[in-house]
């Protein structure tokens, strides 16, 4: 079991910037790749960003494309704990923010069946 908790929402303007913070407990947090999704107001839950292993490279990012340029997705496995910074928000950003676990290191892929664990989500707010 890997249990993933969030934190570092909030209500932030348009323009703002948040960085949000998932820790992890359980299994071995190195072991997995990580990712964020997000879920709008009546809407469906949808991949933001991961980071995984490529090849020899263990911190490869994807990302999606409307977050391109604006959000960086980082790890570090001492302290099990993945992060996002987020830039140059809009309100469309506006969206539960849930980490995920995925026990398979290499490869895209990143649909929620994909995911072995979830966070409980975070909310993040962006007004105009």
């Known amino acids: 079991q890997v249990q993933l908790v969030e934190s570092g929402g909030g209500l932030v303007q348009a323009g703002g910037s948040l960085r949000l913070s998932c820790a992890a407990s359980g299994r071995i947090f190195s072991a997995y790749a990580m990712g964020w999704f997000r879920q709008p107001p009546g809407k469906e839950r949808e991949f933001v960003a991961a980071i995984r292993r490529s090849g020899t490279n263990p911190y490869y990012a994807d990302y999606a494309d409307f977050v391109k340029g604006r959000f960086t997705i980082s790890r570090d496995n001492a302290k099990n704990t993945v992060y996002l910074q987020m830039n140059s928000l809009k309100p469309e950003d506006t969206a539960v923010y849930y980490c995920?676990?995925?026990?398979?290191?290499?490869?895209?892929?990143?649909?929620?069946?994909?995911?072995?664990?979830w966070g409980q989500g975070t909310q993040v707010t962006v007004s105009s």
């Open positions: 995920a676990a995925r026990a398979r290191q290499y490869g895209r892929g990143w649909e929620p069946s994909e995911i072995n664990y």
